[in-house]
């Protein structure tokens, strides 16, 4: 097995494993390729050089068959993680704009992913709901903030990109961790001014936890699940607080909350302290807007973030 397999929003990432792919792993690859290729004549497809040291030139060929037996179909193989001696074998046989090559696996993917799931400004991303994958969702975010947007300030925009990184990564985390999905869908949303991301998942709902002192003052803890009573429909209920910030949590419908932060009026009044929720003070710190709802089973969660006021 020289090579494996792994599937990331409908693109195969054939990874190799060899240090040298030479004549003596060309027929046992192109085997394998074209198996997958049979398979999904449209397959998209790329290719992992990063732990390959050399490439001979009966390998390359391997490729080009590749490539052109999805000549003609939807499908595409793009090159990532090349060295630059395997960058020079491929301009010296005239194949450097043959195939699209990428420093990374991450902008190869996300490159075929915006060049074939883009509709009206909208990106679908769906991932297995395991950590593993935090920091290809990030990296593909920053890519496409990139891509899509032209900040005049440079060092405004890295800082809105890096915002929207940790933001990602919460919004990540927090799906793995407290969603029983097996997958985890980013939709993200690129509008003029505004970048909005929603994460989809199957899970319990949003379970409101108030920590306000008259609440941890009682003897039992208090966590209202979904769908909320009528009675608390309107109502706000404190889900954070330390000594300067509270997140408050607004409760919209029986399904859906709004969430913000705003100062602690009490923060003069000795200690608070609730890590576990964090999480929350980050998300409603960063975006403008936060927010959940059921929608039939699934759950969103979505922020928006302002990109330019």
């Known amino acids: 097995m020289i090579t494996t397999i792994t599937e990331i929003s409908g693109v195969y990432v054939l990874k190799l494993q060899i240090p040298r792919a030479t004549n003596e792993h060309t027929a046992d690859f192109l085997n394998g390729l074209m198996e997958l290729i049979r398979q999904n004549a449209s397959a998209k497809i790329v290719i992992d050089f990063s732990d390959v040291e050399f490439a001979d030139s009966s390998f390359i060929a391997g490729l080009v068959t590749a490539r052109k037996q999805l000549s003609g179909t ?68 920053r890519a496409l903030v990139q891509h899509h947007y032209d900040h005049p300030n440079p060092q405004e925009m890295e ?105 602690n009026p009490q923060r003069d009044q000795g200690e608070f302290e609730v890590p576990e929720h964090y999480g929350l003070l980050l998300i409603t710190e960063l975006s403008s807007e936060a927010s959940w709802q059921r929608n039939e089973n699934e759950d969103v969660f979505a922020i928006r973030k302002d990109i330019m006021s």
Do not use: W
């Open 159 to 263: 800082k809105v990109i890096h915002e929207i990184q940790v933001l990602i990564y919460e919004l990540f985390s927090n799906c793995v961790k407290h969603s029983r999905s097996n997958i985890v869908k980013f939709l993200f949303e690129l509008h003029p001014f505004h970048f909005y991301v929603k994460t989809i998942t199957t899970g319990n709902g949003f379970y409101i936890k108030p920590v306000d002192r008259d609440t941890l003052s009682r003897e039992k803890e208090v966590l209202i699940p979904p769908p909320y009573s009528p009675d608390i429909i309107g109502s706000s209920h404190i889900v954070y607080q330390d000594n300067v910030n509270e997140v408050v949590c607004h409760v919209e419908s029986p399904y859906s909350v709004s969430l913000s932060r705003r100062t």
């Open 74 to 141: 939807e499908g595409f193989v793009k090159l990532a993680c090349l060295n630059k001696n395997i960058r020079s074998l491929l301009k010296m046989l005239r194949l450097d704009g043959v195939f699209q090559i990428y420093s990374s696996v991450n902008r190869a993917v996300y490159h075929f992913i915006t060049n074939n799931r883009t509709v009206n400004n909208k990106i679908i991303i769906t991932l297995p709901g395991e950590m593993k994958y935090i920091h290809f969702i990030s990296d593909s975010a």
